[in-house]
Every structure is written in C-alpha cells, then in structure tokens.
C-alpha cells in the first residue's frame, strides 16, 4: 500500500477539499409552506408592493395630523367620528377637517387621513365625538404603501437557506413556490469484520453498527438523503463492490471504518481507485479523529470516516456538513448552535493537535458549566450523556477549570 498518511491541520485538510469542489445543484421547484431549511437556487424578487395600502399600526382613529396639531389633555382636540373601518375591506368613509374614523390595528387608511391616533389617548365624550389629548404626526402609527418591500426589490439572495420569517414573508407576496437546491444523496457504507446489524445479537468480538445510522440521522438532519449501503467486511474486492455502488447512487460518498494506518487499511487504496484524483487528504491533526480521509473521485467527495463512533460524528460535522453545505450552494454554511460556559475542570491538550471533547452543561447558581464527559472514542454513551463538544485550539496546551469556553451544542 502506497504511504498516504500526512497530517494536516483540519481547517487546511477542508480547504484542500473544498478548493476544488465545483457546486451546480439541481434545482427544484417546491411549495414554499414546505421549503422550511432548504436552500434557494436562485434570487428571489419581489412581485408586488407591501404593503398595499396604508395600514394602521394600532387600535384607534384614523385622522388627519394637521386637526390635531396643539392637543393636550388641557386643551384637548374634538372630533366628529364619522364611521369605522372594517377590517378586510376598503374604506367606505371619506374625512374631512376636524373628523376622525374608528379603526383597528391592520385597518386601511380611509382617504383623507394620515395618522391614527391611539385609543389610550383619546376620550370618547359622546357616541359621535372624541377629545385627543395628544398630538400625532403625519404617518404616525402607519404603515405606508411599500414601506415594508418595493415591488421588484431583491428579497432573497441565491444560497439563502430558508427561515420561517422567510416563508411567511414570501406567502404575504404570493410566491408560493420556490425554487430550491435539490437534496443531496449521500451514501454510506459501514466496513469491519466485526460490525452486525443492529437487529442482530452480536456473537463473541463482535458490535452492532452505530455509525451508519449515526450518520445517516445527521445528514437527514441536514435536509438530504442517506442511502444505506450495507456493511462491508475486511475483504477488499466486497468493500470495492460498495463503494463503487455508493459512487453510482450518492452525490456524496461515507466510507465509515478502516482508515487507521494498519497494515490491514483498505479504505485509502478503495477510494483511491474510484476515480481522480483520488485521496487528497489521508490524515488530520485532530483527535478524535486522526486518520480521517477526504477524497474527491470523478467530481464526487468521498470520506473516509474513522469506525469509533465519537470521531465519526466529529469529523462529520467538521468535514462532510460544510462539504454538503457547499455543494447546496448555501451561503450561510451549516447551521450550529453554541452556548458560552464556565469550564468545570482542567481539561489536557497537545500543541499542534485540535481536540475536541464531549461536554455536558449544568446550570450552578444561575450560571451555566460546562463538564466534560472522558471516554475513549470508541464509546458511543460519551455522545449521549453529553449535550455539546468543547473545542480545544491547534496550538493550545489545554485549558484551566474556571474558564469561559464554546460549547456547539448537538
């Protein structure tokens, strides 16, 4: 076997990967009530004013500014009411000086007025008069035509992903379809002789497969597809076989297992033979997750995931969730979520390695902790009982209890 294991740093091994990665996402069209989180392929403009008609902001009376320049609650304004504005439809009332229309928030602006003034400042003195008590500006408590989106305006970019103020305020204009970056197929193949599935009761040095449905959840969290291949034992002609059969269905290839250094590593020489250029990166300076592989073969990415189960979903979400993400053409890369915690204990590096622990938060007297969780990578429960990972600097010798650290959270 040809010697493939040279260690990069993790921000560098992606680089080499996504450097050369030429996105073109499918485009699909897809209604926009179920286009939470997908990715748009193309900007969106806007094809209508919003909004349409001058809309009051509160609960009140519509009135012309200029007839109640001077109020107070000495010397208030008097009004006529001379009708109300009923809600969904146009104005059938007209105002003139000194005259005023009940109306609610949302209410169109009847002609003639330009203001609303709030009920809490008004005083009903009879059923056909008001005292104001304040004055109100031109515009005041109004949403003018436009004032919220121009018709022809540039509402969303292309790589936008898809908020749910974003569908609502695409559905307020009527577009009620979009077009969006097609989900991604990803296929994964688990490899070792030791691997069952999970249905299966283990026999003697034997595990059940946790990556590949490990896997296949985080890249259905992500909004694509997983395609379960199978498990592949430690026979190079069979872990071939299904590799090339990932390569025919998956636009994104997940080899999990077999990427240490022995001498009884096939997934570097499989991969490599999937087409050019091959391995790009055999090897990064991370733990967990040190022998990780990224390739890229016949325009395809392919990775070559560790078989412990903390360092696949480390280097999942360090390597194949940004790949996924730029090959959607997003803009916003993968989503994360992160909290600031105080560090619960010492917690040991190595400069020149990142490493990343497994934490679980606790809330101390009103502030937020962050304990890690020890265990050896091939313990899948150090994932469970943990609520985040912790992330320990390239170039960081370790970090002291007491400290305020990121914790991503899962």
């Given at each position: 076997?040809?010697?493939?294991?040279?260690?990069?740093?993790?921000?560098?091994?992606?680089?080499?990967?996504?450097?050369?990665?030429?996105?073109?996402?499918?485009?699909?069209?897809?209604?926009?009530?179920?286009?939470?989180?997908?990715?748009?392929?193309?900007?969106?403009?806007?094809?209508?004013?919003?909004?349409?008609?001058?809309?009051?902001?509160?609960?009140?009376?519509?009135?012309?500014?200029?007839?109640?320049?001077?109020?107070?609650?000495?010397?208030?304004?008097?009004?006529?009411?001379?009708?109300?504005?009923?809600?969904?439809?146009?104005?059938?009332?007209?105002?003139?000086?000194?005259?005023?229309?009940?109306?609610?928030?949302?209410?169109?602006?009847?002609?003639?007025?330009?203001?609303?003034?709030?009920?809490?400042?008004?005083?009903?003195?009879?059923?056909?008069?008001?005292?104001?008590?304040?004055?109100?500006?031109?515009?005041?408590?109004?949403?003018?035509?436009?004032?919220?989106?121009?018709?022809?305006?540039?509402l969303l970019e292309a790589g936008h992903t898809l908020r749910?103020?974003?569908?609502?305020?695409?559905?307020?204009?009527?577009?009620?379809?979009?077009?969006?970056?097609?989900?991604?197929?990803?296929?994964?193949?688990?490899?070792?002789?030791?691997?069952?599935?999970?249905?299966?009761?283990?026999?003697?040095?034997?595990?059940?497969?946790?990556?590949?449905?490990?896997?296949?959840?985080?890249?259905?969290?992500?909004?694509?597809?997983?395609?379960?291949?199978?498990?592949?034992?430690?026979?190079?002609?069979?872990?071939?076989?299904?590799?090339?059969?990932?390569?025919?269905?998956?636009?994104?290839?997940?080899?999990?297992?077999?990427?240490?250094?022995?001498?009884?590593?096939?997934?570097?020489?499989?991969?490599?033979?999937?087409?050019?250029?091959?391995?790009?990166?055999?090897?990064?300076?991370?733990?967990?997750?040190?022998?990780?592989?990224?390739?890229?073969?016949?325009?395809?990415?392919?990775f070559g995931l560790p078989g412990n189960p903390v360092s696949?979903?480390?280097?999942?979400?360090?390597?194949?969730?940004?790949?996924?993400?730029?090959?959607?053409?997003?803009?916003?890369?993968?989503?994360?979520?992160?909290?600031?915690?105080?560090?619960?204990?010492?917690?040991?590096?190595?400069?020149?390695?990142?490493?990343?622990?497994?934490?679980?938060?606790?809330?101390?007297?009103?502030?937020?902790?962050?304990?890690?969780?020890?265990?050896?990578?091939?313990?899948?429960?150090?994932?469970?009982?943990?609520?985040?990972?912790?992330?320990?600097?390239?170039?960081?010798?370790?970090?002291?209890?007491?400290?305020?650290?990121?914790?991503?959270?899962?």
């Amino acid at each position: 076997m040809t010697e493939l294991f040279n260690v990069l740093a993790p921000g560098d091994a992606l680089a080499r990967l996504q450097q050369r990665l030429r996105p073109s996402p499918r485009v699909e069209r897809l209604a926009t009530r179920d286009a939470l989180d997908r990715v748009l392929a193309e900007p969106i403009v806007a094809p209508e004013t919003l909004p349409a008609f001058p809309r009051s902001t509160m609960d009140g009376f519509a009135v012309r500014a200029a007839d109640t320049f001077g109020a107070s609650e000495a010397l208030p304004a008097y009004l006529t009411i001379v009708g109300e504005v009923l809600m969904g439809r146009a104005a059938e009332v007209r105002l003139g000086p000194g005259e005023a229309a009940r109306i609610a928030t949302g209410g169109m602006l009847p002609p003639g007025a330009d203001a609303v003034v709030m009920v809490e400042q008004t005083q009903e003195v009879d059923p056909t008069t008001i005292e104001v008590l304040r004055p109100v500006a031109p515009g005041e408590h109004v949403l003018q035509v436009g004032e919220d989106v121009a018709q022809g305006e540039r509402l969303l970019e292309a790589g936008h992903t898809l908020r749910p103020q974003d569908i609502g305020g695409l559905l307020a204009l009527g577009i009620v379809e979009v077009p969006v970056a097609a989900r991604l197929r990803v296929a994964i193949v688990s490899g070792g002789d030791e691997v069952v599935p999970p249905e299966r009761t283990p026999g003697p040095g034997q595990i059940r497969d946790i990556n590949s449905y490990t896997l296949a959840s985080l890249v259905r969290r992500l909004g694509h597809e997983p395609i379960l291949l199978g498990i592949a034992p430690d026979v190079f002609e069979e872990l071939d076989r299904l590799a090339r059969r990932a390569m025919e269905l998956g636009d994104v290839v997940i080899l999990s297992a077999g990427s240490s250094v022995s001498t009884r590593d096939m997934t570097a020489q499989v991969i490599q033979g999937l087409g050019e250029p091959g391995v790009l990166v055999h090897g990064v300076s991370l733990k967990p997750g040190k022998p990780t592989i990224l390739a890229l073969c016949n325009g395809r990415p392919v990775f070559g995931l560790p078989g412990n189960p903390v360092s696949c979903m480390v280097t999942f979400d360090l390597f194949v969730a940004p790949t996924l993400a730029q090959l959607s053409g997003t803009r916003s890369g993968p989503p994360r979520r992160s909290v600031t915690a105080r560090l619960a204990r010492n917690v040991a590096s190595v400069p020149g390695r990142e490493d990343y622990l497994q934490v679980r938060l606790e809330r101390r007297d009103g502030e937020l902790w962050a304990d890690p969780v020890f265990g050896k990578s091939g313990l899948i429960y150090t994932l469970v009982r943990a609520d985040g990972m912790l992330h320990v600097g390239l170039d960081v010798g370790g970090i002291s209890a007491g400290e305020l650290v990121e914790v991503v959270l899962f």
